[in-house]
């Protein structure tokens, strides 16, 4: 996924599209970052959500910053649905159900969220390297 000096995208294995950005410096909590850093982070998060709400049509977006496992500034940005696994408890809640959902490539969604930042991002700092997993 997308990098630069600033962030970098993860994605995450999930049944629901999932991705996670994370800050190139070690840093524990938000409040710790430069303006630079959050600007980054939030035009991500700005970012894929729209992309997510365009490209599948969710019920929801869920959007959360944990860091008591991996003590690194972080967010989580899924795109959830009625019908997925777990839905209406977090990902890493209570399974509700099977879920069997068909969705469009997210390899695809992938590449329009690295296409966006990249225009978005570079008006700020040029990536320094785009990494596809």
Same mark, same amino acid.
């Given at each position: ?14 049944? *629901? ?52 496992? *991996? ?59 785009? *990494?596809?997993?």
């Amino acid at each position: 996924m997308f990098e630069n000096d600033l962030i970098r995208i993860e994605i995450e294995e999930s049944e *629901v599209p999932w991705l996670k950005i994370f800050t190139q410096v070690e840093r524990r909590e938000f409040s710790e970052c430069t303006a630079a850093e959050k600007s980054a982070i939030l035009e991500a998060l700005d970012v894929i959500e729209k992309e997510m709400l365009a490209y599948y049509q969710p019920f929801k977006i869920n959007i959360a910053s944990f860091g008591n496992y *991996v003590p690194l500034v972080h967010w989580h940005i899924m795109a959830r649905f009625k019908e997925d696994s777990f839905f209406p408890e977090p990902m890493w809640g209570k399974k509700q159900r099977e879920g069997h959902l068909l969705l469009p490539s997210f390899d695809t969604f992938c590449e329009k969220v690295d296409m966006k930042l990249e225009k978005t991002l570079n008006a700020v700092l040029k990536p320094t390297a785009i *990494v596809n997993t």
